[in-house]
């Protein structure tokens, strides 16, 4: 009763500017990574994307 039926969900082929602007909207700071299957591979955070942008930009 409590769960949402619509998940949001990433897939491994979106881009990381993408999840990201996923993550901003929806204000989270995880998202499950699915395949075409629907089947979980993995989960992205935040906190890597935010350490993946400063690694590029300060390199």
Not at 13 to 36: C, E, G, M, T, Y
Not at 48 to 58: D, E, N
Request: charged residues 30%; hydrophobic residues 45%.
């Amino acid at each position: 009763d409590f769960a949402t039926r619509k998940v949001v969900c990433a897939r491994p082929d979106q881009s990381i500017a993408r999840v990201a602007a996923l993550l901003a909207k929806k204000k989270f700071k995880k998202l499950p990574v699915v395949d075409d299957e629907g089947k979980l591979v993995g989960v992205i955070r935040r906190s890597a994307i935010t350490k993946y942008v400063f690694g590029i930009l300060f390199q």
